[in-house]
């Protein structure tokens, strides 16, 4: 990879762009980011060099979401499993179409923001379910394995139960964690480790706690109801773009 000063713009706004979703809505959101970075180098080199910012950015938003920020009745059944689901996706990449995949994904994404919409955008809470919750963890873990796109499963679940706009920031931002930690290794295995993306990962990190920081500030001016309604707004415009990548082959 040749490191220009387009690709290090780009990789610098993909960068802060995630790490800012990270601290403004927990995360969930790195499939914004991705195909951006994508512009300008491979799309298997952007996933790895993300790998190991993901963890600086979990580090630094650890800060932000303590454990009193954490739903931990749900983590208990959404870890494991999000575990599980992550082995199965990294098995499934050499045996499924991800293109179907991606598709599947975005269209009950967009079902489910419909639906939301319908009601007038009101929060509705819900009772917890450990079998919705198991079915969000493992289906999370697969897609964030597969396409990058663990944000939409987990939300359709959490945004479902009407959790405080705190906890249900600080549940998605420890979830992402275990997962960030979990798949950095397969992914840096798969975009091999060389010079080059060890460099442009060390300009970009300046970049990681800027962008939490800042999205923390955004976090903190909102009502529960504009948050809810970013989420859906963000989770559309994922839902869509990963859609439109299952329909034209860009996710392969």
Request: with cysteine.
């Amino acid at each position: 990879m040749t490191i220009d000063i387009a690709t290090l713009c780009v990789a610098e706004l993909g960068v802060f762009l995630i790490a800012f979703m990270r601290g403004a809505f927990g995360g969930g959101f790195a499939i914004i980011g991705i195909p951006l970075l994508s512009l300008t180098m491979d799309p298997v080199q952007a996933g790895g060099m993300l790998a190991p910012l993901f963890i600086a950015m979990d580090v630094v938003a650890i800060r932000y979401w303590r454990p009193a920020t954490w739903s931990k009745p749900d983590l208990v059944v959404l870890v494991p499993t999000l575990l599980v689901g992550i082995g199965a996706g990294y098995w499934l990449l050499s045996a499924l179409d991800r293109r179907a995949v991606a598709i599947l994904v975005a269209l009950v994404t967009l079902i489910f923001a419909a639906l939301w919409l319908r009601q007038s955008g009101e929060v509705v809470a819900r009772p917890r379910s450990v079998w919705r919750a198991g079915v969000a963890g493992s289906a999370a873990g697969v897609t964030t394995m597969i396409a990058h796109s663990g944000g939409p499963p987990l939300a359709i679940y959490l945004l479902s139960l009407g959790l405080p706009k705190a906890l249900y920031a600080g549940t998605t931002s420890i979830f992402f964690t275990v997962a960030n930690v979990a798949k950095a290794g397969p992914w840096l295995l798969v975009a091999g480790l060389d010079r080059s993306l060890v460099t442009i990962m060390a300009l970009c990190l300046p970049a990681v706690p800027l962008g939490v920081w800042t999205g923390w500030r955004l976090h903190q001016r909102l009502d529960q109801r504009q948050l809810y309604r970013a989420c859906y707004g963000l989770l559309v415009l994922t839902a869509l773009k990963l859609l439109w990548d299952g329909v034209s082959g860009y996710v392969r």
